[in-house]
């Protein structure tokens, strides 16, 4: 849909089984199609060729981290994710908050956005 080159970009998913339920899933599906698709659209320019990187994990205590990364051009030093005009990252900024997440973005090689939140059980229901 970006006219990108589907072999320049690698994706590669780390992910645990984490139960969550569709209160958390979808605000998770959400901020994952927002930075995922600002990635495509911004974070290898001219064909650029580069990897995509989508984490889910829940080390301990009902708590969930979720990553997202890349290993483009990254964000410019000044950038500030609270104070921004991308109605896509309000959007994630909105989504963040409504899982009451609290999340880092690490803008020193690439762009990676890890968001860790709380969940009520990480056993499946029967």
């Known amino acids: 849909f970006y006219a990108i080159d589907s072999k320049a970009i690698q994706l590669n998913l780390h992910l645990s089984e984490v139960f969550l339920d569709m209160d958390v899933a979808i ?4 901020i994952i199609n927002e930075l995922v698709t600002n990635s ?3 974070a ?3 064909g650029r060729e580069g990897e995509i990187v989508i984490g889910l994990h829940s080390p301990k205590d009902n ?3 979720l990553l997202i990364k890349d290993n483009g051009i990254g ?3 000044d950038f500030d994710p609270q104070n921004t005009q991308s109605l ?3 959007l994630v900024n909105a989504l963040i908050g409504q899982l009451e997440a609290t ?3 690490d803008k020193s090689n690439g762009t990676e956005y890890s968001i860790t939140f709380k969940i009520k059980d990480n056993k ?3």
Do not use: A, S
């Not at 605000?27 to 959400?30: A, D, E, I, N, Y």
């Open 27 to 30: 605000p998770c599906g959400l």
């Open 40 to 42: 495509l659209k911004h």
């Open 44 to 46: 290898f320019p001219n």
């Open 63 to 65: 708590r969930v981290t």
């Open 75 to 77: 964000l410019p030093e």
């Open 88 to 90: 896509g990252l309000q």
């Open 103 to 105: 999340y880092t973005l």
């Open 124 to 126: 499946p229901q029967p």
